[in-house]
């Protein structure tokens, strides 16, 4: 067993982590929305936290999701229109550039992002009284996931002999 598939069962076990993550985050989503409409609408009772609650909620499914489709490699690509009209060995080569610009971009954006978090994550919500810490890790914790999603995307690619490669 290489490394290669040793990370791939590691990070599948996370990604997977992430997977029930989501449903969780989907589910409180849908709890609590349902719950302020019929409070709204039937009690005529709203409550204030809901809605920012909401938005929390909201913020940790976006990243999350970025998280699980860079993993699944399911995000927007054009790589049809390049890998077509090259070679399969230049392919590999874009591929292998794409992912290590990608891995670069993330951590980048993780190291900042993770920045402006502990510089002004101490504030509390208005609404909630939650510290925006947890809200705003959001970012830095999925950027760090997506990362490693991506350096062993680029990983893959510099090692697996070129039929083996997906795109």
């Known amino acids: 067993m290489n490394i290669v598939q040793v990370s791939d069962?590691?990070?599948?076990?996370i990604n997977t982590f992430m997977e029930y993550m989501m449903g969780i985050l989907f589910l409180s989503l849908v709890c609590i929305t349902f719950q302020e409409v019929l409070r709204r609408y039937l009690f005529n009772d709203p409550t204030?936290?809901?809605?920012?609650?909401?938005?929390?909620?909201l913020i940790w499914m976006t990243f999350t999701g970025a998280c699980i489709v860079t993993r699944l490699v399911t995000h927007l690509t054009m790589g049809f229109t390049i890998h077509r009209?090259?070679?399969?060995?230049?392919?590999?080569?874009?591929?292998?550039?794409i992912?290590?610009?990608?891995?670069i971009s993330m951590i980048v954006l993780t190291?900042?992002?993770g920045k402006v978090?502990?510089?002004?994550?101490?504030?509390p919500a208005p609404m909630?009284?939650?510290?925006?810490?947890?809200?705003?890790?959001?970012?830095?914790?999925?950027?760090a996931?997506?990362?490693?999603?991506?350096?062993?995307e680029m990983v893959r690619h510099i090692f697996e002999k070129e039929e083996e490669v997906t795109p």
Request: avoid cysteine; aromatic fraction near 16%.
């Open 9 to 13: 069962k590691v990070l599948d076990a």
């Open 48 to 57: 204030h936290w809901a809605s920012e609650l909401s938005r929390f909620l």
């Open 85 to 97: 009209f090259v070679n399969q060995s230049t392919s590999r080569l874009i591929k292998i550039f």
């Open 99 to 103: 992912a290590a610009a990608a891995a």
């Open 111 to 113: 190291y900042y992002s």
């Open 117 to 123: 978090t502990l510089l002004a994550g101490y504030r």
């Open 128 to 143: 909630t009284g939650i510290s925006m810490y947890y809200v705003w890790a959001a970012l830095p914790i999925n950027g």
């Open 145 to 152: 996931i997506m990362s490693l999603y991506m350096i062993a």
